[in-house]
Structures are given as C-alpha cells and as structure tokens.
Nanobody, 127 residues
Framework: VQLQASGGGSVQPGGSLRLSCAAS????????MGWYRQAPGKEREFIAG????????FYTDSVKGRFTISRDNAKNMVYLQMNSLKPEDTALYYC?????????????????????WGQGTQVTVSS
C-alpha cells in the first residue's frame, strides 16, 4: 500500500504545475486526502484537504484561489493543480491519505490522522 507523488519541477513565477498522487494497494475512494508542503527550514504545512465525496475541500489562505485539489476515485488518483505560482510556493510537496475520515476531516491539519504518505515531489518556483 503506497502513495506515489509526482509532477513537481521547476517553473517561473506565474506558471502552473499539476501534482499527481497515485494510490496503490487498496482503494482510497473512502479516504480523506490531503496535500502538505515543506519549505527549507520550515515546518511541514497542510495546504489542501479533500473529502471522500470529492466536493468538500479546504485550502490554507496562502494558496486559496490559486490551487485546486481534486480526485478521480476510479483511477485511485488525487491531484493538486497549482496556478499563479510564487517563489514562496517552493517546497517539497507530499500527499497523504486518512483511512477513517469523519465529517469535516478535510479541514483537519493534524498529521497524526493520516495513515499513508507519499514520498514527496519537489516544486521550485524561480525566475
């Protein structure tokens, strides 16, 4: 059972990237999913959450309006579309899955609720 994050890279400010998180080993359609990021010298930050239904979402203020989290349960995939990227978005991005979500879990930033973590994909925003 694992999560595999991909899609990171280097992009200029104002550019876009789409991160993917491929889940394998079990179905993740009932999991609450999340994306975190960790910049050098900083703590890991919860930036987006998504309920199993694919509709209820949460975004931290710094990415609201620029990032979109989504899922394709048929493919066992979760995505993070990142637009209008800024240098301060530079970080290692992780996806995570919570097997036992409750109502509103998508808004819960507590790392201990997540059962599975991807390995991280690097995003660098620089001119």
């Amino acid at each position: 059972v694992q999560l595999q994050a991909s899609g990171g890279g280097s992009v200029q400010p104002g550019g876009s990237l789409r991160l993917s998180c491929a889940a394998s080993g079990r179905t993740f359609s009932r999991d609450s999913m999340g994306w975190y990021r960790q910049a050098p010298g900083k703590e890991r930050e919860f930036i987006a959450g998504l309920a199993p239904n694919g509709y209820s979402t949460f975004y931290t203020d710094s990415v609201k309006g620029r990032f979109t989290i989504s899922r394709d349960n048929a493919k066992n995939m979760v995505y993070l579309q990142m637009n209008s990227l800024k240098p301060e978005d530079t970080a290692l991005y992780y996806c995570a899955a919570d097997k036992f979500p409750v109502y509103g879990s998508e808004r819960n930033s507590d790392e201990s609720r997540f059962d599975y973590w991807g390995q991280g994909t690097q995003v660098t925003v620089s001119s």
